[in-house]
Structure formats: C-alpha cells, structure tokens
C-alpha cells in the first residue's frame, strides 16, 4: 500500500490493545511505527517487534515522530511531557472508562469535550480528536482500501483545516473513509454516550448520526449542561 499522507514516522503512545492495533495497520500502511508505554519500553519490545514497529520511550518517541496518537486511558493524561510535545500534531484517541480511569469527575464533565481539556494540557500542541470512537476490534477486522465496498469511516474532530487534512489521509491509509466532525469541542459526539462511539458504520451513516446529535439523549444532555454553565 502507498502511504499518501506527509506523515512518516507515526508515534504511538499506549501499547494496550488500541495502540497494538493501530500499529498493525500503520505497518501494513507503510509506515514507520514507534510504540511507547508510560513506563520502561523493555516489557513490550518483542511484540512492538512482532508486528513490525519499534518500542521506545516516550521521549524519544517524541523525539522521533511525525505525528503522534494517544491511545492510553484517559486518566492519565496529564502525565504526557507537554514541553517535548509543543508543535507537535497530536491525535487523541482516549475516552473516559470508569473501570481504567476511576471516579473522575473531571473527565465526565459535559460541558466540555475531553480532548479539549488534554488540549489544554498540550497547549502548545495541536490536538485533533480521531481513532477512538470505533471499537479496536472493529478496526482490525474492517480496513479496506479506498474505494472497495462497504468501506467503514471514522471521525476526526480539529481546529485547524491543515491538521484536519494530515489526519485524514492518516485514517484514508489505515483502510476508512475520514469524515470531519467539526472543530476539537465537536469531539464529544465522538466519546462514550454518542451514538457515533462504537459505530462500525459507512460515511453517510456516520454523517447522519452526527448531524443527529443535537437532538439525541447524549445531545440534550450536553446542550443543558452547556446552557446552565451560561446563565
């Protein structure tokens, strides 16, 4: 397959299944994959090796990358090294788990897109919300390339048109159909709630769920949340 986007190296942070996952398609891709846990590398290099990616520290991962995804539970946030990742392109795909992060209140807080608050942590990254809301398991059995039948999307949510462009021709390689959800707080119709989260559908399909958000249980829920926080 021909890479077609500017990235080369893409960082992966989290080498829980997600990561694993995202990494066996950035391979098969063409990319050049590094893998970084939140701890010592070691443990996890033979089967980063296996899938044909690299294991590393988080800061030499940093270093090195292109463009970076976060695929670790959302708790833990802000332990990511916010200086070595000023400038950098950084896509978000954690979500709130109760059972992974805890009672967290702050992460559960509808007023507020969770990647808005990790952009607030990177603040001099550039956060785009993208890769979480289909199922990992999804992703590894429905990559297709362009064009072929029945090809699944996902959504990516950003402030910036060219970041928005990067990473939809990350996800265009990886085997789906990017759609654009809208600006990085249009992310949270892409977390747990969202009729999009877990969807393993089309773009139309996908479209038509996030046109529907305003209006639907997690959609009202947002917009008094958001209502309340003005008055």
Do not use: C
């Given at each position: 397959?021909?890479?077609?986007?500017?990235?080369?190296?893409?960082?992966?942070?989290?080498?829980?299944?997600?990561?694993?996952?995202l990494?066996?398609?950035?391979?098969?891709?063409?990319?050049?994959?590094?893998?970084?846990?939140?701890?010592?590398?070691?443990?996890?290099?033979?089967?980063?090796?296996?899938?044909?990616?690299?294991?590393?520290?988080?800061?030499?991962?940093v270093?090195?990358s292109?463009?970076?995804?976060?695929?670790?539970p959302?708790?833990?946030?802000?332990?990511?090294?916010a200086?070595?990742?000023?400038?950098?392109?950084?896509?978000?795909?954690?979500?709130?788990?109760?059972?992974?992060?805890?009672?967290?209140?702050?992460?559960?807080?509808?007023?507020?897109?969770?990647?808005?608050?990790?952009?607030?942590?990177?603040?001099?990254?550039?956060?785009?919300?993208?890769?979480?809301?289909?199922?990992?398991?999804?992703?590894?059995?429905?990559?297709?390339?362009?064009?072929?039948?029945?090809?699944?999307a996902?959504?990516i949510?950003?402030?910036?048109?060219?970041?928005?462009?990067?990473?939809?021709?990350?996800?265009?390689?990886?085997?789906?159909?990017?759609?654009?959800?809208?600006?990085?707080?249009?992310?949270?119709?892409?977390?747990?709630g969202a009729?999009a989260?877990?969807?393993?559908?089309g773009?139309?399909?996908?479209?038509?769920?996030?046109?529907?958000?305003?209006?639907?249980?997690?959609?009202?829920?947002v917009?008094?949340?958001?209502?309340?926080?003005?008055?």
């Amino acid at each position: 397959m021909t890479v077609t986007s500017p990235i080369r190296t893409l960082g992966i942070i989290g080498a829980g299944r997600l990561g694993r996952v995202l990494a066996a398609l950035a391979v098969d891709a063409g990319y050049r994959v590094v893998v970084a846990r939140s701890g010592d590398p070691a443990p996890i290099a033979r089967a980063i090796a296996a899938i044909g990616a690299e294991a590393m520290s988080v800061s030499d991962l940093v270093a090195m990358s292109d463009v970076v995804v976060l695929a670790l539970p959302l708790g833990r946030y802000r332990t990511l090294p916010a200086e070595l990742m000023r400038g950098m392109l950084v896509v978000d795909a954690m979500n709130y788990w109760w059972g992974a992060d805890g009672d967290r209140p702050d992460l559960d807080d509808p007023r507020t897109s969770t990647s808005e608050l990790v952009q607030r942590h990177l603040a001099g990254a550039r956060v785009v919300k993208g890769l979480g809301h289909m199922g990992y398991h999804d992703m590894e059995d429905e990559a297709r390339p362009a064009g072929a039948p029945g090809r699944k999307a996902i959504a990516i949510a950003g402030d910036a048109a060219d970041d928005l462009d990067v990473v939809s021709r990350l996800i265009d390689d990886l085997g789906f159909d990017p759609v654009i959800a809208g600006p990085l707080a249009s992310g949270i119709m892409l977390e747990p709630g969202a009729d999009a989260f877990g969807a393993d559908v089309g773009a139309d399909e996908l479209r038509e769920m996030l046109d529907g958000f305003e209006t639907s249980r997690r959609g009202i829920v947002v917009a008094r949340a958001r209502r309340s926080a003005r008055s």
